[in-house]
């Protein structure tokens, strides 16, 4: 049986904890900041840990060797 490999495109966008919890960027910061607040806009910056339920379906797929 071959081993599972990591998918390329998780491992630029996922950083797991030494807890085992996932850390991900927050969406909606790519284009359009004319329309958003610059509230929204400082809120948006930096990492946040995901849900527990989507960052252990993150793990199991796509990051089985993190």
Not at 1 to 24: C, D, E, L, Q, Y
């Amino acid at each position: 049986m071959p081993k599972i490999k990591t998918k390329s495109g998780a491992k630029k966008r996922f950083k797991i904890t030494g807890t085992g919890k996932v850390k991900a960027a927050h969406a909606g910061k790519r284009h359009g900041m004319i329309k958003r607040t610059k509230k929204q806009i400082r809120q948006l910056r930096g990492t946040d840990v995901m849900f527990k339920t989507d960052g252990d379906n993150i793990k199991k797929y796509f990051l089985p060797n993190g």
